[in-house]
């Protein structure tokens, strides 16, 4: 799920980059392509969110199998999750 969401990630990176370029060469033209890469871009942070999300539970619960423990192990998650 991870790697997934990486690749999503690379992917809306890539949609930036070409919004950037596009911006820069102006006009009518290149001011719609802008918009239309950055809204692909924006559309990627949703799913990208997602995968995150249930990687994170996927290794809580992998970590912690036993509900009932008083140990909680937070092992390949990150700060904010």
Request: net charge positive.
């Amino acid at each position: 799920l991870r790697e997934q969401a990486a690749e999503l990630h690379r992917r809306r990176i890539e949609l930036y980059r070409r919004a950037a370029e596009a911006h820069q060469r102006g006009g009518i033209t290149g001011h719609g392509q802008a918009a239309y890469y950055s809204d692909e871009g924006r559309l990627l942070e949703g799913p990208i969110r997602r995968l995150n999300a249930m990687a994170a539970l996927a290794a809580f619960r992998q970590c912690n199998p036993d509900p009932h423990s008083t140990v909680l192990d937070l092992h390949w998650l990150t700060v904010k999750e």
